[in-house]
């Protein structure tokens, strides 16, 4: 699915006026038949069913008159409260406020006017927010605020048009308050806001309808994906019928040290179940015998770490050497942030020949110096950090990065030429070339440890199997997500740990092939 910042759409509604003369009123026209279409089918039939509907004094309000309009046609009865002066309504919205009559509407600029309405609300089917749309940019105040509370307290489903009101479009932040929708109707293309916390909180169903934009608007707009299962399941590959394990790629894992082993094991043993044919865990010696124990399908690669616990500059030489007949490599889980272990991690950084996933104490270690990313060798490098892990990588604060991660993911991918996988609740992928996509799978039981030394295990085991970076990535953060769904809906939220998220990736997998109409093939 494609998802577009509100400028993007704004930009795209007013090419298909200006280039190809489709009127405004046109599109609006479409946009309320849809709406009034979907509110139907979801909350009637018509007959005997009422609607209020809150309107603004923009071409959001015109696409709730419109709305009015059609389900009047259809048998519902119908209250239009408009939080403006009738004055001040103009353009397209004026149009079709004409064509209402003027008994159904109520006009109401200031909250006082709002306590006639409650006994209206209150005896409604379905509330309609049609206050404002994608174009909001400041905090919702005043009566409009008002309006918002009493949507939200009156117990009524409430659909959205085009946005929840009070939640930006581009970035998902809600605006001082915003409308909680049971179900967002959206022209053309999912907004950002619909798709990043905690806009996406408020959105509820999202239903994105075709309003006629041209197809060569549509087809240029710059977007980012949404991954869900529609999106995912076509990029899963077939099993050959006549494949072995070295079919299915050769991943070695550098993680651990001395009270993290379980951080590697997490890593070593997720690559198994991601389907990886062979896994190497290379770790610190004094260590190999608690790993050994922990991996069973993982083989080990101890390295001389002196009774240290940890990896130092001394085991560069060899683990390069172990590099050769590899496919990927992943280096982070649990490593610890010793002076020795960040000199041997720039180190292995600067000259690791393959494709290279990085994450943890190994994100840390290159936070002092990210310039080392500029002068790899590899030919494709993945980053996975969490919000914490990607202030220290740019020196930008949290609050920062949080209220815009889409912005911070994609500058940093471009600057150093990596993947950058932005973790949190709707994890971001920014590619090199400033592709992103935006993750819909998951839920708040993945807060736990480990969880991300299970993603780096799927993602290098992808890359290892011969999936292209950008797709092992996106295929990785999914399938990460849609596990932990499974847990979840076995067991609940609470108490999900890493290692019930690694059970499940068979399971995942297959749910994904199966939707992908893969089945018997």
């Known amino acids: 699915m494609k998802v577009v910042s509100a400028q993007t759409m704004q930009q795209a509604e007013r090419l298909t006026m200006d280039n190809y003369r489709i009127p405004g009123q046109v599109l609006m026209e479409t946009a309320g038949r849809a709406c009034a279409d979907l509110v139907d089918a979801e909350y009637g039939p018509g007959r005997g069913k009422s609607a209020v509907i809150f309107a603004g004094k923009g071409n959001n309000g015109g696409d709730g008159y419109v709305i009015a309009r059609c389900l009047l046609r259809k048998g519902w009865t119908v209250s239009v409260i408009v939080l403006a002066a009738k004055s001040s309504i103009s353009g397209d919205a004026d149009k079709n406020l004409a064509l209402l009559d003027s008994s159904l509407v109520h006009f109401c600029p200031e909250k006082e006017g709002l306590f006639p309405c409650r006994t209206v609300v209150q005896g409604a089917a379905v509330i309609v927010d049609a206050l404002f749309g994608i174009g909001l940019a400041k905090e919702i105040s005043g009566v409009h605020a008002e309006a918002v509370h009493l949507m939200n307290s009156s117990g009524k489903p409430v659909v959205a048009v085009d946005i929840p009101s009070g939640i930006d479009a581009s970035s998902g932040r809600v605006l001082g308050v915003a409308v909680q929708a049971d179900m967002t109707v959206t022209f053309a293309f999912a907004k950002l806001g619909h798709v990043v916390y905690p806009g996406r909180a408020y959105t509820g169903r999202l239903e994105t309808i075709d309003i006629g934009l041209p197809d060569e608007i549509v087809a240029a707009v710059e977007y980012c994906d949404y991954l869900d299962s529609t999106f995912i399941a076509p990029l899963l590959k077939m099993r050959d019928r006549c494949g072995h394990k070295g079919s299915y790629g050769h991943c070695l894992i550098v993680a651990g040290s001395t009270g993290k082993t379980g951080a590697a094991a997490l890593s070593a043993n997720t690559a198994v179940r991601a389907g990886s044919g062979l896994v190497t865990l290379a770790v610190p010696a004094s260590l190999n015998p608690i790993l050994e124990i922990k991996t069973t399908e993982a083989m080990t690669l101890p390295l001389e770490d002196s009774g240290k616990g940890y990896f130092s500059a001394d085991n560069l030489a060899a683990l390069l050497r172990a590099t050769e007949g590899k496919d990927a490599v992943a280096l982070g889980p649990g490593i610890s942030s010793t002076a020795d272990t960040v000199t041997f991690v720039q180190g292995f950084v600067s000259n690791c020949p393959l494709p290279l996933v990085i994450d943890a104490d190994g994100l840390n270690a290159l936070a002092a110096d990210p310039g080392i990313l500029l002068n790899k060798k590899s030919p494709a490098l993945v980053l996975t ?137």
């Open 385 to 521: 950090p969490h919000p914490g892990e990607m202030s220290r990588l740019t020196g930008l604060s949290l609050a920062r990065i949080e209220s815009d991660r889409i912005t911070a993911a994609r500058d940093f991918a471009v600057r150093y030429a990596v993947y950058l996988v932005l973790k949190g609740a709707g994890t971001v992928i920014a590619a090199p070339d400033g592709s992103v996509a935006i993750n819909g799978s998951g839920n708040p039981g993945m807060a736990s440890g480990g969880m991300g030394d299970v993603l780096t295990g799927i993602i290098v085991s992808l890359i290892g199997q011969g999936y292209p970076v950008r797709e092992a990535c996106r295929l990785g953060v999914f399938l990460h997500g849609h596990a932990a769904d499974l847990v979840a809906g076995e067991k609940g939220e609470v108490g999900i740990t890493a290692s019930d998220v690694l059970e499940r990736l068979p399971y995942a997998y297959k749910i994904m092939h199966d939707a992908g109409h893969h089945k018997g093939e």
